[in-house]
């Protein structure tokens, strides 16, 4: 597909804009192709990211386009940072989205990426030494990057090409590499999520936690500081042993008890309808961990700006924090934080789209929610 020589990129989008309403934003400033012209990327789990290109058929209406940045768009009360980019960023992105998930057989791992790289920024970083065709930057338990990332690419051959950048610089970080040469977490599927695990706890030691079940794998979460953040995610060999497995929930490894969840491949819990995240690194744009705290009933996307809110109703749900920041900030997301006894803690993660967004929010500190004053604080 060929792309236009004048491509801005949109960052912040509201997640549900449609092209049509894009295109209609964009009306005097010449887009390319009409609709086709108009590019949202979806994350990894098939939502809007919040990320989106638009081709414009002159230089002059690039212009133009750029001056809107930051503008309301449509009727979400929303903006969106509007940049110039180049044209192979937005073909880069074509190229993965047309690609799809069949060619990605050959993986590499990363950690301690900086958390405020793209996924672009990660592919390119691999060249020339390999073509990397796809990234899946992990998200923490706040939405924020983990430092945490998995390249994807087409052949064997180039995924140990990009093993010569290990330990290479990335903006001042180093970054440690490793083959991943089939998705660990997708070869049975069947998991459970465990919470308040000893930070000092192996792999083996979470095993044999599991005995008489069978545990093939397990994936500690590491918070964004790199350090274990109390959760895991253990994968067995069939349904029976998952389900002896979870006989374990609540009983005590060394001096802390176990929180067992049964969750998908992702981490996202299979017992509600919105599902749940891995309080520690998530899967999909994808760390501190909340000891066993964290479930959540909704899947819309995430936005990257956190506000923790205390002092909430205990039988506050996710729609009516959404609806208290209203109309002062859009709420894209909201996590029902839970205590060690699974029950409600009184504090949530409010996610918005952008810093300007949590900054509004943000002048709801000590207001009332119910019969309750909610107390906020920023945790970007």
């Given at each position: 597909?060929?792309?236009?020589?004048?491509?801005?990129?949109?960052?912040?989008?509201?997640?549900?804009?449609?092209?049509?309403?894009?295109?209609?934003?964009?009306?005097?400033?010449?887009?390319?192709?009409?609709?086709?012209?108009?590019?949202?990327?979806?994350?990894?789990?098939?939502?809007?990211?919040?990320l989106g290109f638009v081709e414009f058929a002159s230089a002059a209406?690039?212009?133009?386009?750029?001056?809107?940045?930051?503008?309301?768009?449509?009727?979400?009360?929303?903006?969106?940072k509007i940049s110039e980019c180049p044209t192979k960023e937005l073909?880069?992105?074509?190229?993965?989205?047309?690609?799809?998930?069949?060619?990605?057989?050959?993986?590499?791992?990363?950690?301690?990426?900086?958390?405020?790289?793209?996924?672009?920024?990660?592919?390119?970083?691999?060249?020339?030494?390999?073509?990397?065709?796809?990234?899946?930057?992990?998200?923490?338990?706040?939405?924020?990057?983990?430092?945490?990332?998995?390249?994807?690419?087409?052949?064997?051959?180039?995924?140990?090409?990009?093993?010569?950048?290990?330990?290479?610089?990335?903006?001042?970080?180093?970054?440690?590499?490793?083959?991943?040469?089939?998705?660990?977490?997708?070869?049975?599927?069947?998991?459970?999520?465990?919470?308040?695990?000893?930070?000092?706890?192996?792999?083996?030691?979470?095993?044999?936690?599991?005995?008489?079940?069978?545990?093939?794998?397990?994936?500690?979460?590491?918070?964004?500081?790199?350090?274990?953040?109390?959760?895991?995610?253990?994968?067995?060999?069939?349904?029976?042993?998952?389900?002896?497995?979870?006989?374990?929930?609540?009983?005590?490894?060394?001096?802390?008890?176990?929180?067992?969840?049964?969750?998908?491949?992702?981490?996202y819990n299979l017992n509600e309808d919105g599902g749940g995240d891995?309080?520690?690194?998530?899967?999909?744009?994808?760390?501190?961990?909340?000891?066993?705290?964290?479930?959540?009933?909704?899947?819309?996307?995430?936005?990257?700006?956190?506000?923790?809110?205390?002092?909430?109703?205990?039988?506050?749900?996710?729609?009516?924090?959404?609806?208290?920041?209203?109309?002062?900030?859009?709420?894209?997301?909201?996590?029902?934080?839970?205590?060690?006894?699974?029950?409600?803690?009184?504090?949530?993660?409010?996610?918005?789209?952008?810093?300007?967004?949590?900054?509004?929010?943000?002048?709801?500190?000590?207001?009332?929610?119910?019969?309750?004053?909610?107390?906020?604080?920023?945790?970007?």
């Open positions: 597909m060929s792309v236009s020589d004048h491509v801005a990129r949109l960052e912040g989008l509201p997640f549900k804009v449609s092209k049509a309403e894009l295109l209609e934003f964009f009306a005097d400033c010449e887009v390319a192709k009409g609709e086709d012209g108009i590019h949202l990327v979806l994350n990894h789990e098939g939502r809007a990211s919040g209406g690039l212009e133009e386009g750029l001056k809107l940045s930051n503008k309301n768009i449509a009727s979400y009360g929303r903006y969106a073909q880069w992105y074509l190229n993965r989205m047309e690609a799809g998930t069949e060619s990605k057989k050959f993986r590499v791992r990363m950690r301690g990426l900086p958390y405020r790289v793209t996924e672009y920024d990660v592919a390119q970083w691999f060249a020339p030494e390999a073509a990397c065709s796809d990234v899946e930057i992990h998200l923490n338990s706040d939405g924020r990057s983990s430092g945490i990332a998995t390249a994807f690419f087409d052949s064997r051959e180039e995924a140990e090409n990009a093993l010569k950048k290990h330990n290479a610089d990335m903006n001042h970080r180093y970054i440690a590499l490793s083959l991943e040469s089939e998705d660990p977490m997708s070869r049975h599927g069947f998991f459970i999520r465990m919470g308040g695990i000893p930070f000092r706890a192996s792999d083996e030691e979470l095993k044999e936690f599991f005995l008489p079940a069978k545990c093939v794998s397990v994936r500690i979460i590491f918070n964004n500081e790199g350090r274990p953040s109390g959760n895991a995610i253990a994968e067995f060999e069939s349904e029976a042993d998952a389900l002896q497995a979870m006989e374990k929930d609540r009983e005590t490894l060394g001096k802390r008890f176990v929180i067992l969840t049964r969750v998908d491949a992702s981490g891995t309080n520690g690194e998530r899967r999909g744009r994808s760390g501190g961990g909340t000891g066993g705290r964290g479930f959540d009933t909704d899947s819309e996307g995430r936005g990257g700006f956190s506000v923790r809110m205390s002092g909430l109703p205990f039988r506050v749900t996710v729609e009516e924090i959404k609806e208290w920041f209203s109309p002062e900030a859009t709420c894209s997301h909201a996590r029902l934080l839970l205590n060690r006894d699974g029950r409600p803690s009184g504090e949530a993660v409010a996610e918005f789209a952008t810093q300007e967004e949590a900054e509004q929010a943000l002048t709801k500190n000590r207001q009332n929610l119910g019969t309750r004053y909610v107390i906020l604080k920023a945790q970007y």
